[in-house]
């Protein structure tokens, strides 16, 4: 996974999580949350905790315990 494939895979998706990530791309959590900090300090990857991007949970996939990561459009 390279820092492009990630950003693609972050504009088709509304929010991810750093296991939906690592799991499509197949590599461990820490390279994803490395990867995401870099886009992050970019100003180019929004990061959220909880269900904040969508305004509604229905509780139960356990969101609110989850880091939520989106691409910021340009």
Not at 37 to 43: C, E, I, L
């Amino acid at each position: 996974m390279t820092l492009t494939d990630l950003k693609g895979f972050l504009t088709e998706r509304n929010r991810v999580s750093v296991g939906e990530i690592a799991g499509h791309f197949n590599t461990d959590k820490g390279t994803v949350e490395s990867m995401l900090d870099h886009w992050v300090r970019k100003g180019k990857v929004e990061k959220k905790a909880g269900d904040a991007f969508s305004g509604t949970c229905c509780g139960k996939c356990g969101g609110h315990h989850v880091t939520w990561y989106r691409w910021i459009d340009d």
